[in-house]
């Protein structure tokens, strides 16, 4: 419930009653980022005389294009280190990788509303399309609906991507700078955690 206000009219009379709602009234709290987000989308408001009302007389749907949050991915085996594409190339198939956190565009990943992760303005996307334990991924153009693109955040901070149900993963749980990121059977390992934006 927003809120409320107590009008007292006479027969016949009306008013208008007006409330402002603004993004903080829609934000919920992510336990990622440890802080409050508006995701963007399409909202319904209900007014009625009663909050206890399953029929209220009144309503409408609205859109919010909320920002995508953008920020660097930290790997779980390091917090120094990010998903990275490599040398900020925006060509399909560019490889993502492991590099140190520097701040820069090839690391401002924006996890997008609808499912993908972007960066640069491209999707990481799972190479042709497979679905076996170690494909790699890579930078490609986005594409509508494409299961290649899509990727679920898990409670344990895995991304999991649904078409093949495996996870993003840190080959071998590597320190090393420029380790090409893969696709593996979902562990809940240190190689498999991400905080993203």
Known sequence: MRGFS???????QSTAVTFALTPSDLAVWSTA???????????????????????LPLHATFTLSGADPTGETVAGVAANL????????TQDGNPITLHACNGTDAQK???SSDGTLRIQGKCIDVVDGGTDN??????????????????????????RNPRS??????????????TRLQIYDC??????RWRIP
Do not use: E, H, I, M
């Not at 107590?6 to 016949?12: A, D, E, F, N, R």
């Not at 170690?134 to 991304?159: H, Y």
């Open 6 to 12: 107590k009008l007292t009219l006479q027969p016949g």
């Open 187 to 192: 562990n809940g390992s240190a190689a498999q």
């Open 134 to 159: 170690k494909t790699l991924v890579q930078l490609w153009s986005c594409t509508t609906d494409n299961p290649d693109q899509q990727w679920v955040p898990q409670p344990n901070g895995a991304l």
């Open 33 to 55: 980022d440890k802080n409050w987000t508006t995701p963007g989308g399409t909202y319904q408001v209900f007014v009625g005389d009663s909050a206890r009302r399953s029929d």
């Open 82 to 89: 990010c998903v990275d594409n490599k040398w900020g190339s």
């Open 165 to 178: 149900n495996r996870c993003l993963d840190d080959p071998g749980a590597t320190l090393t700078q420029g």
């Open 109 to 111: 990943v924006a996890a």
